[in-house]
């Protein structure tokens, strides 16, 4: 049994344990070791003034029409992404622990079942043995 346990965890931890290998990879060609050269982008220059943002002169930025913020409100609240999200993680937590609590339940019927087939073989041998 516990052979065959170790045999389960080494074939789920296989991909894990084992880098990934390309069976092409010897034929492509190996990237170059040096970046390519980027272009410099020019420095801004004292004389070029800051460029204006369109609408207030207190820094915030008008949204076109037809485009909205993607969070409007308290920022320290949830979405509703974010709320489904923590409803499924709390389900499958819940399903986790009563998955558990089960196994745990049926593997004590099964020893309590096994320790009075125990007693009844012990009984009906010596029985038998008289």
Same mark, same amino acid.
């Given at each position: ?14 991909? =894990?344990?084992?880098? +990934? ?11 170059? %070791? =040096?970046? @390519? %050269?980027? *272009? +410099?982008?020019?420095?801004?220059? /004292? /004389?070029?003034?800051?460029? !204006?943002?369109? &609408?207030?002169?207190? &820094?915030?930025? #008008?949204?076109?029409? &037809?485009?909205? #913020?993607? *969070? ?9 992404? #974010?709320?489904?999200?923590?409803? =499924? $993680?709390?389900? +499958?937590?819940?399903? !986790? ?7 745990? =339940?049926?593997?004590? !019927? $099964? &020893? ?8 009844? /073989?012990?009984?009906?041998? @010596?029985?038998?043995?008289?």
């Amino acid at each position: 049994m516990a052979l065959r346990s170790l045999a389960m965890a080494l074939l789920l931890l296989f991909p =894990f344990l084992v880098p +990934a290998v390309h069976p092409f990879s010897h034929l492509s060609p190996s990237p170059s %070791p =040096f970046p @390519s %050269p980027r *272009r +410099a982008l020019p420095s801004p220059t /004292a /004389a070029d003034p800051p460029p !204006q943002l369109p &609408g207030n002169n207190d &820094g915030h930025r #008008e949204h076109p029409p &037809g485009v909205v #913020e993607s *969070r409007s409100g308290n920022p320290d609240r949830l979405n509703l992404g #974010e709320k489904v999200g923590l409803a =499924f $993680l709390a389900v +499958a937590a819940a399903l !986790q622990v009563a998955l558990g609590a089960f196994l745990v =339940f049926k593997k004590s !019927q $099964l &020893g309590k079942l096994e320790r009075r087939e125990r007693r009844m /073989a012990e009984k009906l041998y @010596s029985a038998a043995s008289l």
